[in-house]
């Protein structure tokens, strides 16, 4: 449980970070709150030559809303996310996701930029920034771009990052009030991944179901987006009938791997329970 | 071998300097370099947070945590815990509620608490139990570890506390 | 003598037993200042880790280690041909096998140890490590206990394959140990061909692991100039372990000093002698210079004691009133690649012969059969006395099983099959002679606490609910363990008799330390041992010290594990003591210028009898016995016992836990579990509490979650904290106690042990409940753990879950 | 930790000329995903490498490949190659028996592959042997296919298209070394999942 050696640097600014990373290119891994990339590390199962610390960068930092978004810097922390009160007033989907990430120290450390540029499908921040049609800052060399959440996770451990490129801040549509949301996450314990997990947004207009996303955590390559499952949806009232159709194209999308928490068909019917919860307590609250 | 750099940090109150290579966890640093062997080392993947040390107001793993990112840091380890010859309240707690068995992931168990106090001087059980739930424990259960804390957020609120222990002097043996 | 309220106060003074003393041990673990083998650092200390094997079966074909005796700061690796001259290459176990200390010629199990890299730290260690290159010839592997027999099946362990017969009897395949029966085969098959009811059920109790927070790990250093062998090891029998490294070295056992430091937590995991220990004794002699071991979790959890594996087949004769006649069992035990078992030597399935429970069995037969299979050694007592945990959850089991197809109540089954009070002594058919006990009013308070038929009547009714999402089960255990091993006429280990040991000094100024063979790992031995002395010397539990664990300051004893700490080496305490205070009595006499037949002892002193003003405290005879005894006495004030127990110590305990399933997801969650135990005399009921919470939380463990999956090659699955279950303070219940007190009869003291009865008892209660949630649907039986996976494939089969 | 896998490929080529590459050992290692030989010692004994990067993580087997069999009536190949990662603390082995049949203008190509993992890999990674192997078979395939003269004005059948998400159709190549590039491309993407599991496994936490 040592990592192999290598080179350390703590650029101050971004633009430092950014000239750091194209100078040492392939060579070089992004540190951000180190609880993926460390403990791999320490398994030599990664032997980058350089590491990068975005620790010191304070810019990446800071949670803050402007023209009707809400603006995330990247080294923003779970815990941080979980005591804003910006997020749990006008957010609170991703205070109810953070919560269920991970355990209190690792969310000390563990940044929100992270969780989605590490591209892993067991990460609960992708299906979150699906289901609230957020947008990702990447900055790089050739300056900066903005792109959807929808979209940006490609496969396990790939993402649109380009090499040389850092994501530098989230932007998420303020969600409209009234809004209904849950993440419903089934996991073995404490600190692990979930078995799979839902998480909903949607709206109610005169009794019938409106703007619902629906994004699944764990499930596939990648986080999901359950799109037959919302059209399903769209524009009806949440009844018995509705809703299992909902479930039923909800899971039709999964493809899951078997691990030891379960072979696929237990993951895909979790899926479909974790979809269901988080549709009936969205649509609770987006009643009351 | 990457050459080896120099990091300066505060550690419980002393400004502390080593010279270690980029790769060294701060977990080795503490206990081999500045030989404070209070916090230990569990399960090394950051599950079972032993080494678990205040770092610049936060809970962390130390065994995650790069010496080179302790930089200009301040660290609290259980070592400094009691002040003036003083237990902290949660010291005081742990020995009361039988709060340790084994005494192996105590320190950690310990300045997880004493952040977590900060936070939230009042926590119920639930609470504890969920913002403790980064510190494994194979001896006591937690049952008497949440009292353990419960009876510290009594005392640091300045409400009375039965304390029947004999020893609760820092450094008695 | 004296008005009430100052004897009271010189009872408080004492804080003997009964009260809920608070820890000594506690002031240096919360200030980070307690003493682990990985603290201790000495001059010129390097690190030692191992090199292990990718394969579960293979042949070791070549091993190269000149890039990593390259490597700067590298001081030696040691492999098997190192260790031949030396005759270290293999080492004997605790039951009766050898093991490979480094792999010769061939390895037999995922991870096994291959070679020994000694450097000047832990990183130039793992960097080397990584440079000895290993060649293996991979061979095919025998996971499945139940197919290791087959003719056909590869042979394990070549350098026995043409003994026919091992430490425990005749072996009918190379890859078989050993076949051990108890019981009256014969009258027991004719009660089953001609009762009224059988049932039968088969059981997997799976392979799981004690995974104390603390991994194993040593530190070696050799004297050359003085010619001594200092070893701080992560050991829970330092003694047994001087006697190993004696055997092994032939150093003698004089300058042999092993130092079981703090421990962080044991729970069987650390009784026996591991590779790592021996090469890293072998490096400190061959360089001169103190190494260090320590394993990392994953080594820990795949290749130091597993315990469990037990395949048991139970069958249960009765009649139509559910009065059972007789019990029959078949166990194939898998002990890995080694048979590294910790057991009593007569008894290579332990105490599974506890198997008759708390209940009056006429005849009952057991046969276990032992074999080798291509996993990692063990076999552990994983906080239970040796293989009671099996023993208790088949016969738990079993006696669900036979109310269910009876239909009757499942704690009424129980009240109707109870060895009675007035039969203790009771000899079981399997010839354990119980000491005492007293189930059924447990079993009726516990029922009473938690108004069981309150809990009967809600299941009924979610039962009626065809929309119920949540599955209620109630489980209803009663327990009796077997602990304090042991008699020697009956358990010894490498042909030490299991008894334990005591010394007491007392200071002239009436302060004393005393002395154990044995050694805490968390119960408080140095809070709870003072407490037997001051009851029983008189002497203030505050002025006395306790230690243990150093094998040159401490008598020789067994060590703690089997919860023999209370009956054994608590005996011994109390004896000690008693010695103690009969030569004080001779001194007091002497004093008072009385007979020692005319004083009598009262807490902590001697009166003289009919006149309560003239008396001797304790603290008066100490500094007498340095100068002034009577003539024909030696000075001084000291005692020691050695104690063999005429008997094992049978506590027991009687468990209710309220379940609740969910049918469309597997999840489950513990809305209640009560927990009555009675251990005998209650020395610290903080400490009891203490043990309970923790015993019935590594329960709680076992059942919902450990597991150490393979698969067909023999890989481990899992062997992280990531995947191995244990639970956080979110996932763990609350637990409610509750106690009654039948006292040991033939105990000093009449303690009988608790640490481990939670465990042995809670996981077949966790089980119970388990299948009770599905009891109305047919089920009899769901093997361990009870994971939501799991969980959710029954009630798929069962057709709960959505369509 | 052992899966078999059986599969028939349709091929884009004369039966002749499928079997003229196939007795080309260099070449049709070079088809293995990743795989590249670093050293003939004989006809029918080779050494090679497999390397796989994916993300932050690397590794690395190295070992040894052995012609079991080739038999020209058959048309049918059988090796094995068997490799140690760098650390010695994984293993990986893989039988291949490839056969090819005519079937009217064009053949096929059956595949037999039974890929085991030990170690480190297999107790962290190794549920995902069973689709891993799959894409080896079919990644070999698409190599093999891509290194044939294809007919003219027809594209190949084999299932390169199907091969990973990230992974290019392999350019067709005569030359081995020139084909490593591609095929370590497709090990990359199959690897992927492989290790991507590792790290799931291993690693609870999120959050790089």
């Known amino acids: 449980m040592i990592p192999r050696p290598f080179e350390y640097h703590a650029p101050r600014s971004l633009p430092e970070a950014i000239a750091l990373l194209s100078e040492y290119g392939d060579e070089a891994k992004l540190l951000a709150g180190g609880h993926s990339l460390l403990p791999m590390m320490k398994l030599r199962f990664a032997e980058p030559a350089h590491l990068i610390d975005l620790g010191k960068l304070s810019e990446l930092k800071g949670i803050r809303e402007s023209g009707g978004e809400i603006r995330i810097g990247a080294m923003t922390t779970e815990n941080e996310l979980i005591w804003s009160e910006l997020l749990q007033t006008k957010c609170p989907l991703i205070v109810e996701g953070a919560r269920q990430i991970s355990d209190p120290q690792v969310r000390y450390r563990g940044t929100l930029g992270g969780d989605l540029s590490h591209g892993d499908p067991g990460n609960d921040h992708p299906a979150l920034m699906m289901a609230l049609g957020a947008s990702f800052v990447l900055a790089g060399g050739q300056g900066e771009r903005v792109v959807p959440a929808d979209g940006f996770f490609l496969g396990t451990y790939t993402t649109q990052l380009e090499p040389g490129e850092i994501m530098t801040e989230i932007r998420i549509p303020t969600p409209a009030p009234g809004t209904g949301y849950c993440y419903a996450k089934l996991k073995r314990k404490t600190g692990d991944f979930a078995t799979a997990a839902a998480a909903v947004t949607l709206r109610i207009s005169a009794g019938a179901v409106s703007d619902v996303r629906i994004a699944l955590t764990n499930v596939a390559e990648t986080a999901l987006r359950a799109s037959d499952a919302e059209h399903a949806l769209q524009g009806k009232p949440l009844d018995d009938a509705t809703l299992a159709e909902a479930v039923r194209l909800a899971m039709a999308a999964c493809a899951p791997v078997a691990d030891l928490r379960g072979d696929a068909e237990y993951k895909t019917a979790m899926a479909g329970e974790m979809t269901r919860r988080a549709l009936t307590s969205a649509y609770m609250r987006a009643l009351h | ?173 | ?803 | 930790m052992k899966v078999v896998l059986e599969k028939v490929f349709p091929l884009a080529a004369t039966a002749d000329s499928a079997w003229q590459l196939m007795q080309d050992i260099e070449a049709v290692a070079g088809c293995m995903p990743g795989a590249k030989i670093t050293e003939r010692i004989d006809d029918t004994h080779y050494k090679g490498t497999i390397t796989v990067r994916l993300g932050p993580a690397t590794m690395s087997f190295k070992g040894d490949i052995e012609v079991l069999d080739l038999d020209p009536a058959a048309r049918s190949l059988h090796l094995t190659g068997k490799g140690a990662d760098a650390t010695g603390t994984s293993a990986a082995s893989m039988d291949l028996v490839a056969a090819v049949q005519a079937s009217g203008e064009t053949c096929e190509l059956t595949g037999r592959s039974e890929v085991t993992m030990s170690g480190k890999a297999a107790s962290l990674g190794g549920r995902l042997m069973g689709p891993v192997s799959e894409q080896m078979l079919k990644q070999f395939v698409a190599n093999f296919a891509a290194r044939l003269p294809a007919l003219p004005a027809q594209q190949s059948a084999s299932p390169a298209g199907t091969a990973a998400a990230n992974s290019q159709p392999p350019q067709p190549s005569v030359t081995p070394e020139a084909a490593a590039q591609p095929s370590e491309l497709n090990g990359l993407a199959l690897a992927w999942a492989v290790i991507r599991e590792w790290l799931r496994g291993l690693f609870s936490r999120k959050t790089a």
């Open chain 3, 1 to 803: 003598m004296g008005n009430l309220d100052t004897n009271l106060d010189r009872l408080a003074a004492l804080e003997g037993m009964g009260c809920s003393r608070k820890r000594r041990e506690d002031p240096r673990f919360i200030q980070g200042k307690g003493t682990y083998v990985d603290d201790v650092k000495m001059p010129g200390m390097l690190f030692g880790v191992m090199v292990r094997s990718p394969y579960a079966h293979a042949r070791v074909k070549k091993i190269d280690k000149s890039r990593a005796l390259a490597h700067p700061g590298v001081h030696a690796v040691l492999t098997a041909d190192d260790l031949k001259p030396l005759k270290l290459h293999w080492m004997p176990t605790l039951a009766g096998d050898v093991q490979a200390v480094l792999a010769d010629e061939k390895v037999c199990f995922q991870n096994q140890e291959v070679a020994f890299v000694v450097a000047d730290d832990r990183y130039v260690a793992a960097d080397a490590a990584e440079l000895v290159e290993v060649e293996y010839e991979e061979l095919p592997a025998v996971v499945d206990p139940l197919t290791a027999l087959a003719a056909d099946a590869p042979v394990i362990r070549e350098d026995i394959q043409d003994k026919q017969a091992g430490a425990h009897g005749a072996r009918k395949h190379p890859n078989h140990i050993f076949t051990w029966q108890v019981g009256d085969k014969d009258k027991t098959d004719r009660v089953f061909d001609n009762a009224e009811v059988t049932v039968t059920q088969d059981m997997l109790y799976p392979r799981v692991h004690p995974c104390p927070l603390e991994t194993c790990g040593c530190v070696a250093s050799f004297d050359k100039a003085r010619g001594d062998l200092t070893v701080y090891i992560t050991s829970q029998a330092p003694h047994v372990v001087r006697t190993v490294v004696g055997l092994l070295s032939a150093i003698p056992e004089s300058k042999i000093r092993i130092i079981s430091p703090d421990i962080g937590g044991g729970f069987g995991n650390k009784v026996g002698v591991y590779p790592g220990y021996v090469t890293s004794i072998v490096a400190s002699i061959v360089l001169g210079r103190p190494v260090k071991w320590i394993e990392s979790r994953a080594e820990n959890l795949s290749s130091t004691a597993f315990a469990r594996d037990y395949h048991m087949s139970g069958e249960l004769a009765a009649d139509r009133d559910g009065r059972i006649k007789a019990l029959r069992v078949h166990v194939t035990a898998d002990h890995g690649a080694f048979d590294a078992c910790a057991d009593p030597t007569k008894w290579p399935a332990g105490m599974f012969h506890v198997c008759t429970g708390s209940y009056a069995i006429p005849n009952a037969f057991v046969s276990v059969d032992g074999v080798y299979t291509n996993k990692f050694p063990g076999g552990v007592a994983y906080r239970c006395s040796f293989r009671v945990t099996e023993a208790v959850y088949l016969i738990e089991r079993m006696v669900d099983v036979l109310a269910q197809k009876l239909g009757i109540d499942k704690a009424e089954i129980r009240l109707r099959n109870f060895i009675r009070k007035e039969q203790f002594p009771y000899t079981t058919p399997l010839g354990l002679e119980y000491d005492s006990g007293d189930y059924e009013p447990a079993l009726k308070k516990v029922l009473a606490a938690v108004d069981y038929p309150g809990l009967r009547a809600e299941q009924a009714a979610r039962r009626a609910d065809p929309n119920a999402e949540w599955l209620l089960g109630i489980g209803v255990v009663n327990f009796t363990e077997i602990v304090g091993a042991g008699p020697s006429k009956m358990c010894d280990i490498l042909g030490v008799g299991m008894f334990d040991s005591c010394e007491i000094r007392v200071h002239p100024d009436g302060s004393a330390i005393a002395r154990m063979g044995t050694i805490t790992q968390g119960q408080g031995h140095q809070t709870t041992y003072a407490q037997i002395i001051a009851s029983e010397a008189g002497i203030p539990a505050s002025v006395i010290t306790v230690e243990e664990g150093d094998t040159s300051t401490a008598p020789y004893g067994l060590g703690t594990y089997g919860s023999r700490s209370t009956p054994v080496a608590g005996a011994a305490i109390a004896r000690a003591s008693r010695k103690i205070r009969e030569k004080a009595r001779q001194i007091a006499a002497h004093l008072l210028e009385a007979s020692p037949g005319d004083v009598e002892f009262d807490l902590d002193r001697f009166v003289l009898k009919g006149s309560p003003g003239q008396f001797k405290t304790i603290k008066e005879v100490a500094w007498a016995a340095y100068n002034n005894v009577p003539d024909g006495l030696e000075m001084g004030l000291e005692a020691v016992d050695y104690y063999d127990p005429p008997n094992f110590t049978f506590p027991f305990g009687a468990y209710v836990c309220v379940l609740e399933v969910n049918r469309y997801t597997g999840e489950t969650r513990v809305r209640r579990f009560y927990a009555l135990d009675d251990c005998g005399t209650r020395i610290n009921p903080m400490i009891i509490e203490g043990q309970i919470h923790g015993g019935l939380t590594e329960g709680f463990a076992v059942a919902m979650g450990q597991e150490l999956p393979y698969d067909e090659a023999g890989n481990l699955l899992g062997a992280t904290l990531m995947d191995y279950f244990v639970p956080t303070s979110v996932e763990t219940p609350h637990w409610e106690t509750d106690f009654t007190v039948t006292p040991s009869p033939h105990h000093p003291i009449g303690a009988k042990g608790v640490a481990e009865s939670p465990h042995v008892g809670s996981i077949p209660c966790f089980t119970a409940a388990m299948v009770d949630a599905f009891a109305h649907l047919g089920v009899t039986h769901m093997n361990m753990p009870h994971n939501a996976y799991r969980v959710w494939q029954q009630c798929r089969a069962l057709g709960l879950t959505r369509q």
């Open chain 2, 1 to 173: 071998m990457s050459k080896k750099i120099m990091v300066s940090f505060n550690l419980n109150g002393k400004e502390t300097d080593v010279i270690v290579e980029p790769r060294e966890l701060l977990i080795h640093t503490l206990r081999e370099k500045c030989l404070h062997t209070g916090p230990h080392i569990g399960c090394e993947t950051s599950h079972c947070g032993a080494c678990t040390v205040d770092f610049n107001g936060m809970s962390v793993k130390s065994c995650t945590v790069l010496t080179v990112q302790a930089e200009g840091a301040e660290v609290l380890s259980v070592e400094g815990l009691a002040q003036g010859g003083e237990l902290h309240a949660l010291q005081e707690g742990f020995m009361q509620e039988h709060g340790l068995q084994c005494g192996f992931c105590t320190p950690g168990m310990l300045m997880r608490a004493y952040r977590l106090l900060q936070e939230n001087p009042d926590p119920s059980e639930e609470e504890i139990r969920y913002w403790m739930a980064g510190n494994l424990c194979r001896c006591t259960g937690y049952q008497n570890i949440v009292k353990a804390v419960q009876y510290a957020a009594r005392k640091l609120r300045g409400e009375a506390v039965e304390t029947s222990h004999p020893l609760m002097t820092a450094d008695t043996h």
